[in-house]
């Protein structure tokens, strides 16, 4: 009796546990089309021309306005430096940046930094949703020349591919799907574009591109 008690009380234990080590799964931070916009005071702009989930279906997540009165917005781009340890798993989630200066988009954490409160983060618990499927043009080790419109070397044994998986599996979670590698499969030429930020695009007012 006495050891089928001190059974029962390590299951419940253990579930308790359990419970308190969930992982935290760090949803999208703005609806299915949308991204961040920092020239809308980071909120949610219509971006119809990229996605960052794999996930047919999506729903508006966890908007910037979710923050408590006290508490700051804190973005955090996933480079070299992003420390995912500081991150506060509580109101944390995940998303695109669009810059004015910048071609492309930028994935990023953002979540609420509450400040004075004694409240501890669920640091080491974070969970990266699966990023959408993208292509790298050439092998690893080499970079593309828009000039010579082929590969060449990047004087490094990294890519962007390598990088962003090294930097997320180390520290999360991540299920990130497999890269393609290699140039796209055209019926007739390849025909590759260089956008030049200064002529050829038109940042509107509500913070998207043309």
């Not at 908007?63 to 500081?86: K, M, P, W, Y």
């Amino acid at each position: 009796m006495f050891g089928f008690s001190l059974l029962l009380l390590g299951l419940v234990a253990g579930q308790s546990l359990q419970e308190d080590l969930q992982v935290k799964k760090i949803a999208k931070c703005c609806g299915r089309g949308e991204i961040i916009s920092i020239k809308e005071n980071f909120t949610c702009v219509e971006e119809k021309s990229t996605e960052l989930h794999t996930s047919s279906k999506e729903v508006d997540w966890v908007h910037f306005n979710d923050c408590a009165v006290s508490g700051n917005i804190s973005i955090v781009e996933l480079d070299r430096s992003t420390d995912l340890e500081q991150i506060d798993g509580l109101s944390a989630c995940v998303d695109l940046l669009h810059e004015e200066n910048t071609i492309g988009f930028v994935p990023l954490v953002a979540y609420c930094r509450e400040e004075g409160d004694g409240r501890e983060s669920a640091t080491g618990s974070l969970e990266i949703p699966k990023f959408a499927k993208f292509g790298v043009c050439c092998p690893r080790g080499r970079k593309y020349d828009a000039n010579l419109r082929d590969c060449i070397s990047s004087g490094s044994g990294e890519d962007s591919a390598d990088f962003l998986f090294d930097l997320l599996r180390q520290k999360s979670n991540i299920g990130l799907t497999n890269f393609v590698r290699g140039p796209p499969k055209c019926k007739h030429a390849i025909v590759d574009y260089v956008i030049d930020i200064e002529t050829d695009l038109e940042v509107l007012h509500n913070g998207s591109i043309q």
